[in-house]
């Protein structure tokens, strides 16, 4: 199986922040990569698939990057609503491994 | 509106089975693939198969197999995911999941249910 890891685990951040967290796979997907976004309490939900198209009614202020073994998630300037936990997930092969999420906190 | 309607919550007892519902609502149930996903308290996604609703292939990871089935009634537009041999440490909130190629080539899940809460008590 492929494994996802996301750094950090989680982070502190003000409103008004850049914010980058990073996924590694262990071995390379090409851009099979998606973020997804979960609030306590929530289903996840779809920010960005094959690593950079923003998944519809997601604002401009998330930004996917990355291709192969590492990727990045960065959010420009946070805001209130964007405190949550964050996972990466990759597409490549079977089974759809996630990682283990980073949490962004105030 | 599109959108994935779950079950409600399941107490069962160890070694017992538990059978969740995922009904697709606002589209029809066979266009896309349905996946099952689990998160126990405080920890982190894990995903455990997939189904598609047209042909009624299947899979799951190994950790599964063998207890998990997953089925389909397309009359109904639902999705259901059967596990087996309950253990303690299945209890978890499960989802199901739309699965869809977005992009071409790439696969995504798109459209979530609000989870089914399984505890297991011994």
């Known amino acids: 199986d492929i494994q996802m890891t996301q750094s950090p685990s989680s982070l502190s951040a003000s409103v008004g922040d850049r914010v980058t967290v990073t996924c590694r796979a262990s071995?390379?997907?090409?851009?099979?990569l998606n973020w997804y976004q979960q609030k306590p309490g929530k289903a996840p939900s779809l920010l960005i698939h094959?690593?950079?198209s923003l998944q519809t009614g997601v604002p401009s202020r998330f930004r996917g990057g990355g291709s192969a073994t590492e990727f990045t998630l960065t959010i420009s300037s946070l805001q209130p609503d964007d405190f949550a936990t964050y996972y990466c997930?990759?597409?490549?092969?079977?089974?759809?491994?996630f990682g283990q999420g980073t949490k962004v906190e105030i | 509106q599109v959108q994935l309607v779950q079950s409600g919550a399941e107490v069962k007892k160890s070694g017992a089975s538990v059978k969740v519902s995922c009904k697709a609502s606002?589209?029809?149930?066979?266009?896309?693939?349905i996946n099952w996903v689990r998160q126990a308290s405080g920890q982190g996604l894990e995903w455990m198969g997939w189904?598609?609703?047209?042909?009624?292939?299947?899979g799951s990871t190994q950790r599964f197999e063998g207890r998990l089935t997953l089925t389909r009634d397309t009359a109904t537009g639902t999705a259901y995911m059967e596990l087996d041999s309950l253990r303690s440490d299945d209890t978890a909130v499960y989802f199901c999941?739309?699965?869809?190629?977005?992009?071409?080539?790439?696969?995504?899940?798109?459209?979530w249910g609000q989870g089914s809460t399984v505890t297991v008590s011994s």
């Open positions: 999941a739309r699965g869809r190629w977005l992009t071409p080539g790439h696969y995504s899940f798109d459209v």
């Open positions: 606002g589209y029809t149930l066979s266009f896309y693939d």
């Open positions: 189904m598609n609703p047209t042909t009624g292939k299947s």
């Open positions: 071995q390379n997907i090409s851009t099979y």
């Open positions: 094959a690593v950079s």
């Open positions: 997930q990759q597409s490549y092969l079977i089974p759809r491994t």
